[in-house]
């Protein structure tokens, strides 16, 4: 007699449950920075949440809808300079990084229509068209005076200690939600597309995932999470200048940490972000030096480890850190 | 008016010379190299250095950094680009990426800030110009940077269609596993097309060198012409790059008309433009436009 071997179902498992603890963790951490390192911890610990939120926006983009953009400072640029100008409009500067991210959404919605046709090469390229295209438009606006920029000078109503703890909290809250959202999309139905055309695009397309519709809801996420990294990198900076909130070099963080981490997989940005933080830490004072190193650890890694960090941790773990996939077990036996 | 048109074809003509290695790596290999910018100001340094400090003609300064940059090229498929074809279409745009943000900065190591010429090599030529009748002066050494393009670009088309080593590049490029069957050596022939596509660079970086001012981080900037340039033009012969770097170019004089910032802006504009009409027309050229225009 044939024997049916019973299949058991599963998300999560122990690694999954220790990672959640981790992060919990380290979110609790975070959120008591302002009394364990000061002020100057609480920017830092913003400056942490900025790269993991850029880390995971592009991940999602490149990693999963195979989407490389050299351009996301289009999102990231915007987004400040949207903040700035909601604050001269006697927005709360608070709620106006929470309409700018709005913003970036709505932005990545509409750029969404017609830069989801190009391909490849074309749509990495094309993007960076489109952010030095809003750089140059941000640059003709007299509130910002080319340049030289401007600051969000209506922080200054608050006090030091309380605004480092609010832009702080908030940064937390911002990530924590995106990154939940990105989780059940990626758990959801729709996840299952995503993956599905991040290991064959073409596979997936045949077995009638709506690719563009997919790829879309991913590149509008990451619109949304690199919007809200912008907007918050200009209230813990408070100064806007518009070629470092466009410049290049965020286009090479954001690469280097995907790289170094594991294109493809959300434990590997992560990782690649908390690693750039730490590399950022030490060594930025290097300057042309420091994106040097960047620059080439980033293309040894595309060459020689292109799964990354966590191309060589995951497969040693038992089941997913972060899961977003099944596990299916067979457990002997049960119909004899 | 008058004036103004013949600068704007005269400036398409630089942009030419800039797309051409971009054009052809990318309808060969179909990658599109984010260290095109990097390579050209490369070349330029090159150039500075061998004019300039060793005292060679330019002519043969561009000779010699053709051959140096073919052999960079060589060596660029064999290590970085082979191995990164192999990961998917991402990999090597993440590569080249890579390669460009090492090159800006070592260049900025190396050679420091300063904005460079490599005008005072050549003498008046610079500054030289034809008059025209009407009382129209136009620069000689935009004729020759257009000259340049339409002979290089007639050159790379012959080549391409004319020579056994063309067809074995286009026969690699259209399918690279049958290629290999029929007994091409693939890896050699893309070798030598990443070869020829820097060595055109250096046409590249002799007109940026000779037109203006700049320095080391001035690669993106001609990698975006570049790449606006061939995406109005759009792909299949290079001649269509041709057309795209003149209508970028006539976009960005009308733009620098109206407006002093309008020259960058309305050139990424008649960019969007391209990729909107893409966008309805299916598969994108300026002639697919025309002859839909025609039908309907």
Not at chain 1, 139 to 144: K, M, R, T
Not at chain 2, 95 to 111: K, Q, R, S, Y
Request: proline share 3%.
């Amino acid at each position: 007699m044939i024997t049916q071997p019973k299949l058991t179902v599963a998300r999560g498992g122990k690694t999954a449950n220790i990672t959640i603890g981790l992060m919990i963790f380290a979110a609790a951490i975070l959120a008591a920075t302002p009394w364990l390192f000061g002020v100057g911890g609480s920017g830092r610990a913003v400056a942490l949440l900025v790269y993991i939120l850029l880390a995971v926006m592009w991940n999602a983009l490149a990693g999963f809808a195979g989407l490389v953009s050299i351009g996301q400072t289009l999102f990231f640029g915007v987004a400040a300079y949207a903040t700035i100008r909601l604050a001269d409009a006697g927005v709360n500067p608070y709620f106006a990084i929470l309409i700018a991210t709005g913003i970036g959404a709505v932005l990545g919605w509409v750029t969404s229509f017609f830069m989801l046709s190009l391909k490849d090469g074309e749509f990495a390229i094309g993007m960076w068209v489109l952010s030095s295209l809003a750089h140059l438009c941000v640059n003709l606006d007299p509130l910002i005076q080319g340049e030289t920029g401007t600051s969000l000078i209506s922080l200054n109503s608050y006090d030091i200690e309380l605004r480092s703890k609010l832009t702080l909290w908030l940064a937390l809250a911002i990530t924590i939600a995106i990154f939940v959202i990105l989780v059940l999309l990626l758990r959801s139905r729709m996840g299952a597309a995503i993956t599905a055309i991040r290991d064959d695009e073409l596979g997936a397309r045949s077995i009638g995932v709506n690719v563009v519709r997919t790829k879309r809801v991913v590149f509008v996420l990451a619109a949304t999470g690199t919007a809200a990294a912008g907007a918050l990198w200009l209230a813990s900076n408070t100064n806007f200048q518009p070629r470092a909130f466009f410049g290049v070099q965020w286009t090479a963080y954001m690469l280097f940490m995907v790289l170094v981490g594991g294109l493809g997989r959300i434990e590997g940005a992560i990782i690649g972000a908390v690693l750039f933080f730490i590399i950022e830490t030490y060594f930025a004072a290097y300057g042309v030096w420091y994106l040097v190193g960047l620059g080439t650890v980033a293309v040894f890694f595309a060459l020689m480890l292109p799964k990354g960090l966590w191309g060589w941790i995951g497969p040693r773990l038992p089941g997913e850190a972060i899961p977003t996939g099944y596990l299916v077990e067979k457990s002997k036996n049960e119909a004899e | 008016m008058m004036a103004q048109l013949i600068n704007a074809v005269l400036l398409g003509g630089y942009y030419t010379v800039l797309a051409i290695g971009l054009a052809f790596m990318y309808s060969v290999m179909n990658i599109i190299n984010l260290a095109h910018g990097a390579f050209i100001v490369l070349s330029a340094f090159g150039l500075l250095i061998l004019g300039a400090n060793w005292g060679v003609p330019l002519p043969l300064a561009i000779l010699v950094m053709m051959v140096v940059m073919f052999i960079l090229g060589v060596g660029l498929q064999r290590t970085v680009l082979s191995r990164a074809s192999k990961g998917g279409e991402l990999l090597p745009l993440l590569a080249t990426f890579g390669i460009a943000i090492i090159l800006d900065n070592m260049m900025f190591l190396g050679f420091g800030a300063d904005s460079n010429s490599l005008a005072p090599l050549v003498g008046d030529l610079s500054w030289a110009s034809f008059e025209l009748p009407g009382n129209i002066f136009i620069g000689k050494l935009s004729v020759y940077i257009l000259v340049v393009a339409v002979v290089a670009i007639a050159a790379i088309e012959f080549f391409l269609r004319r020579t056994e080593l063309g067809h074995r590049i286009q026969a690699t490029s259209q399918d690279r596993a049958t290629a290999s069957l029929l007994g091409i050596d693939t890896d050699r022939t893309l070798a030598i097309a990443t070869g020829i596509a820097l060595a055109t660079g250096v046409l590249a970086a002799a007109a940026l060198g000779l037109r203006s001012a700049w320095g080391p981080y001035d690669g993106s900037a001609q990698l975006l012409f570049a790449f606006e340039a061939v995406v109005i033009g759009g792909i299949g012969s290079l001649w269509r790059v041709l057309a795209g770097a003149m209508i970028l170019a006539f976009a960005q004089s009308l733009g620098a008309m109206i407006h002093p910032q309008g020259f960058l802006i309305c050139g990424h504009l008649a960019f969007l433009a391209a990729v909107f009409i893409r966008l309805r027309g299916g598969a994108f050229s300026l002639s697919s436009l025309i002859s839909k225009g025609s039908k309907t």
